[in-house]
């Protein structure tokens, strides 16, 4: 099966152009494409005394969200042909599950939500989604980076970073993701006093002085040294 993901996948690549803020899963990209220029920015800022505001958005059990009919919808936008819409909802439409609890297992049943967990197929099919759904918001956030699920949001205001994390969740919710409010969170590199707080639908976004993004800390001060004793540690 994971083979015949893999012919698919490559078949749906060759007609699919995912935008350039997306690193995950993308040829000759890596998480050290979006760590880098994440630090770049924020040493940019720190050096030219400015304000940089990032939120760190969390999307709640991602893959398991996806709702099947906008993942079609999503593959024909980005110029799949209907033959392979058909090839992936047929392998979809013959996908079972059952609940094992305690007093035993249910009988097996079909899902109507959600990406297939440990499918080869399934980060690619997540990031045609993620690239639609997020398709006008990206224009109004050019300083936006993505690594699968991984969203982080940059603007020179808090009033900007604000607005921008609306137009996400609101572009992501409205077709069945779920940003998580106690897991997304908020950085601002070289602040000076009185920089305020950022909200999400009135409710605090949680601030924060480093963030562990991707694996690598990075810090409200612009500075590497915590990610480097880690380095140094680990030899």
């Not at 572009?171 to 069945?176: C, P, Q, S």
Request: glycine share 6%.
């Amino acid at each position: 099966m994971k083979l015949w993901e893999r012919v698919v996948e490559a078949r749906l690549r060759k007609v699919v152009e995912i935008c350039e803020q997306q690193y995950g899963f993308m040829p000759r990209k890596s998480t050290t494409d979006p760590i880098f220029a994440l630090r770049n920015l924020m040493e940019k800022y720190r050096d030219g005394q400015r304000e940089l505001h990032c939120v760190f958005v969390d999307l709640e059990k991602a893959y398991d969200r996806v709702p099947r009919e906008e993942l079609w919808y999503c593959m024909r936008k980005s110029g799949v042909a209907e033959k392979y819409v058909r090839v992936v909802q047929d392998m979809y439409e013959r996908g079972r599950t059952v609940v094992r609890c305690a007093v035993g297992q249910t009988k097996k049943f079909k899902v109507e939500v959600g990406l297939h967990q440990g499918s080869a197929l399934s980060p690619f099919l997540f990031a045609i989604v993620m690239d639609q759904l997020s398709e006008e918001v990206r224009q109004e956030s050019p300083w936006t980076m993505m690594f699968a699920e991984d969203i982080v949001i940059c603007s020179e205001s808090r009033e900007q970073v604000e607005e921008n994390l609306e137009r996400w969740r609101f572009a992501l919710e409205r077709r069945g993701m779920k940003v998580s409010r106690s897991k997304t969170e908020y950085m601002c590199v070289n602040e000076r006093e009185g920089s305020g707080t950022v909200r999400l639908q009135g409710e605090e976004v949680k601030n924060v002085q480093e963030f562990k993004y991707l694996g690598s800390t990075v810090q409200s001060n612009g500075e590497s040294g915590k990610e480097v004793k880690k380095r140094v540690q680990a030899g």
